[in-house]
């Protein structure tokens, strides 16, 4: 079962100067703890002990890219069931089927105003929160 505050977020982001904006963002203004890894080999190494409510995952990185990452952690317990969140410019109607179809819970679109990126982390939760109390009940 989900926690019902979201807490820990596992995100991955290849560019250091991204992750940390994101990182600083989501620990700053939304008080929680964030993994930042820079690949899909780092957060493999972290995932299980980290245990994260939420994924997020940039799309376009090199070696390994987000679909696959996400792909890859589904395979581990501590990843299986948490809401994954895309970060990315790639938003075209296809590009946003394809998500959907990987089971990809939302997505943020990059640019993104990192004043209010935890904001919108938070209303996605909310959301996720509310769907998995509406397929309970």
């Known amino acids: 079962m989900v926690n019902d505050a979201l807490q820990r977020i596992l995100y991955v982001e290849d560019d250091a100067d991204i992750r940390k904006i994101v990182s600083m ?10 993994a930042a890894c820079g690949s899909c080999a780092d957060a493999l ?34 990843a ?21 179809r990987l089971g990809v819970f939302d997505v943020i679109v990059k640019p993104f105003d990192p004043l209010v990126l935890s904001d919108r982390i938070g209303q996605i939760w909310q959301h996720y929160r509310n769907r998995e109390h509406d397929d309970a009940g």
Do not use: C, N, W
């Open 25 to 34: 963002s989501l620990e700053m203004v939304g008080d929680y703890t964030v």
């Open 80 to 100: 299986a069931d948490a809401p994954a969140v895309f970060i990315t410019a790639k938003v075209q109607a296809v590009d946003m089927a394809h998500y959907k």
């Open 45 to 78: 190494d972290v995932v299980d002990d980290f245990d994260p409510d939420l994924l997020l995952l940039d799309v376009m990185m090199p070696d390994v890219d987000g679909p696959t990452t996400l792909s890859r952690l589904r395979r581990r317990a501590s």
